[in-house]
T-cell receptor
């Protein structure tokens, strides 16, 4: 499709398990962001990839969180040893070359940690 | 780092009323964006502003880029039930990552 695609749309896991969330950005977009949104809350920045530059990881809440972007396209957000407080919607967004800040969001991956 | 203060946090209004929300930052931004998020979906861009003083409309929505470049407001005229959702402002300092406001939750009653 033409938009940002995220999978899975819903993930239920047990505390202590690892999870991987995937983001397929819009083709040709050089910037990719991950955000976390807890129920009824705002957007919490996690990590930002821009082209071949080193990612901005300043928003990752702990070392259990990591993300990679392979080939400048698909990105995977990994949460190790999940905790209940990790339950949230994880949103991915991409942006083209214009650098004017117009992000296009996916529909998110809802993570529930039991 | 930059902080974006968005107000009000939530609003309950009657259908047909006008709505106003604003966003202020502690530093200068080169771009202001307004997004709307419907339940269960990702935010969608409503209006983008690129110049201080710029006033832009999109249907019943009007947004302005403040002269000081540290604020922006969004107005919705004659609200309808489908305006329900969370509205986010976002500011983009040139060459730096986008920063989002805390959101305004809008509820519209008949």
């Amino acid at each position: 499709g033409a938009g940002v695609s995220q999978s899975p749309s819903n993930k239920v896991t047990e505390k202590g398990k690892d999870v991987e969330l995937r983001c397929d950005p819009i083709s040709g977009h050089t910037a990719l962001y991950w955000y976390r949104q807890s129920l009824g809350q705002g957007l919490e920045f996690l990590i930002y990839f821009q082209g071949n530059s080193a990612p901005d990881k300043s928003g990752l809440p702990s070392d259990r969180f990591s993300a990679e972007r392979t080939g400048g396209s698909v990105s995977t957000l990994t949460i190790q040893r999940t905790q209940q407080e990790d339950s949230a919607v994880y949103l991915c967004a991409s942006r083209g070359e214009s650098n004017t800040g117009e992000l296009f969001f996916g529909e998110g991956s809802r993570l529930t940690v039991l | 780092g930059q902080q974006l203060n968005q107000s009000p946090q939530s609003m309950f209004i009657q259908e047909g009323e006008d709505v106003s929300m604003n966003c202020t930052s502690s530093s200068i931004f080169n771009t202001w964006l307004w997004y709307k998020q419907d339940p269960g979906e990702g935010p969608v861009l409503l209006i983008a502003l690129y110049k201080a003083g710029e006033l832009t409309s999109n249907g019943r929505l009007t947004a302005q880029f403040g002269i000081t470049r540290k604020d922006s407001f969004l107005n919705i005229s004659a609200s309808i039930p489908s305006d329900v959702g969370i509205y986010f402002c976002a500011g983009h300092p040139l060459g730096r990552k986008l920063t989002f406001g805390t959101g305004t939750r809008l509820q519209v009653t008949l």
